[in-house]
């Protein structure tokens, strides 16, 4: 069983930055595709980013590309999400999800979902 907490959610003006963190414990966190999904107020959760097992490979939602970015450190346990030039439609509760097959993982259905953080952009 892994348990992912997430952290660095907060209250941002539009054009700052926030960088988003999810430790993981109770399993082999390098063995795990890991990703960032969002929920904004009344719309569904969608996919914003994901990783590879080593961090070789990453991948965007396209109105996120440019702007975030995924990283993780094995050595801790810790995937980021580095969000620069915030927008107010950035605004949603942000989940962390680790899945050891990377299609079920990026269609939203991951092995385990962490709890989520807020991201409030104001305009």
């Known amino acids: 069983q892994v348990q992912l907490v997430e952290s660095g959610g907060g209250l941002v003006q539009a054009g700052g930055s926030l960088r988003l963190s999810c430790a993981a414990s109770?399993?082999?966190?390098?063995?795990?595709?890991m990703a960032w999904f969002r929920q904004a107020p009344g719309k569904d959760r969608e996919f914003a980013a994901s990783?590879?097992?080593?961090?070789?490979?990453?991948y965007y939602k396209d109105s996120v590309k440019g702007r975030f970015t995924i990283s993780r450190d094995n050595a801790k346990n810790t995937v980021y999400l580095q969000m620069n030039s915030l927008k107010p439609e950035d605004t949603a509760v942000y989940y962390c999800?680790?899945?050891?097959?990377?299609?079920?993982?990026?269609?939203?259905?991951?092995?385990?979902w962490g709890q989520g953080t807020q991201v409030t952009v104001s305009s």
């Open positions: 999800a680790a899945g050891r097959d990377y299609i079920l993982l990026t269609s939203g259905y991951p092995d385990y």
């Open positions: 109770g399993g082999s966190f390098s063995s795990y595709y």
């Open positions: 990783i590879s097992f080593r961090g070789y490979s990453t």
